[in-house]
């Protein structure tokens, strides 16, 4: 139980397109989702918090126009980094949480992101 | 500005030997998280804390809780090559939200 997906792993994208990622909770109902950042041999960077049919709450410095999150859904959310540049290029990993007991966080695979 | 000082940032073992991470703060938090992530892949959970004092096992891994729920750490028995990773203490601060350690690149050779 308690499986996250997210699509796709890769992209490679031109600089100023966009790019969205999904981030699915499969056999659970996510009460809330995480987006993270980061870097490489580096920890996790929380960028913001989304809960289903509200707005999300970004982290300071985050900008929110530039990464645009939607939670449609209990089971998806999406990330969409807006006018992607080189400086955009990272590792992107949500994480879904069903409010269990412990409120336990359950990570998705991660979305290797690369702006040319 | 991080929370949780994780140590030592990198370590490096032969199998067979023992290690241990150590996860410390100032902040109290109401429960703390191990993840272990290998390259390429989101973090794995491995134990959840929630009791000041509390000791789990995980096979080769025994993970300690503090007494004042402030720190943390995870001892590894016999390292193994497959115990290789990035290894991610979490607190838990509010709102679900989790505050990360550094993390730790271990590494055990053959």
Same mark, same amino acid.
């Given at each position: 139980? %308690?499986?996250?997906?997210?699509?796709?792993?890769?992209?490679?994208?031109?600089?100023? @397109?966009?790019?969205?990622?999904?981030?699915?909770? $499969?056999?659970?109902?996510?009460?809330?989702?995480?987006?993270?950042?980061?870097?490489?041999?580096?920890? $996790?960077? $929380?960028?913001?918090?989304? +809960?289903?049919?509200?707005? %999300?709450?970004?982290?300071?410095?985050?900008?929110?126009?530039?990464? =645009?999150? +939607?939670? %449609?859904?209990?089971? $998806?959310?999406? =990330? @969409?980094?807006?006018?992607?540049?080189?400086?955009?290029?990272?590792?992107?990993?949500?994480?879904?949480?069903?409010? +269990?007991?412990? +409120?336990?966080?359950?990570?998705?695979?991660? @979305?290797? =992101?690369?702006? =040319? | 500005?991080? &929370?949780?000082?994780?140590?030592?940032?990198?370590?490096?073992?032969?199998?067979?030997?023992?290690?241990?991470?150590?996860?410390?703060?100032?902040?109290?938090?109401?429960?703390?998280?191990?993840?272990?992530?290998?390259?390429?892949? #989101?973090?794995?959970? &491995?134990?959840?804390?929630?009791?000041?004092?509390?000791?789990?096992? &995980?096979?080769?891994?025994?993970?300690?809780?503090?007494?004042?729920?402030?720190?943390?750490? &995870?001892?590894?028995?016999?390292?193994?090559?497959?115990?290789?990773?990035?290894?991610?203490?979490?607190?838990?601060?509010?709102?679900?939200?989790?505050?990360?350690?550094? #993390?730790?690149?271990?590494?055990?050779?053959?």
């Amino acid at each position: 139980g %308690a499986v996250v997906s997210q699509h796709p792993s890769r992209v490679i994208c031109k600089s100023g @397109t966009s790019v969205k990622i999904e981030c699915r909770s $499969l056999d659970f109902q996510a009460t809330t989702m995480f987006w993270y950042r980061q870097f490489p041999k580096k920890s $996790l960077m $929380l960028m913001a918090t989304s +809960n289903e049919g509200s707005k %999300a709450t970004y982290e300071q410095g985050v900008e929110k126009d530039k990464f =645009l999150i +939607n939670h %449609a859904s209990l089971t $998806l959310s999406t =990330l @969409t980094v807006t006018s992607a540049h080189p400086e955009d290029s990272s590792f992107y990993i949500c994480s879904a949480t069903g409010g +269990n007991s412990y +409120n336990e966080q359950f990570f998705g695979p991660g @979305t290797r =992101l690369t702006v =040319l | 500005t991080q &929370l949780l000082e994780q140590s030592p940032q990198f370590l490096s073992i032969q199998e067979g030997e023992n290690l241990t991470v150590y996860c410390n703060s100032s902040s109290v938090f109401s429960s703390l998280q191990w993840y272990r992530q290998e390259p390429g892949e #989101g973090p794995v959970l &491995l134990v959840t804390v929630v009791t000041g004092g509390e000791v789990k096992k &995980l096979k080769r891994l025994t993970f300690q809780f503090g007494d004042a729920r402030k720190d943390s750490s &995870l001892h590894i028995t016999a390292a193994q090559p497959g115990d290789t990773g990035l290894y991610l203490c979490a607190g838990e601060i509010n709102d679900y939200k989790l505050s990360f350690g550094a #993390g730790t690149t271990v590494t055990v050779r053959a």
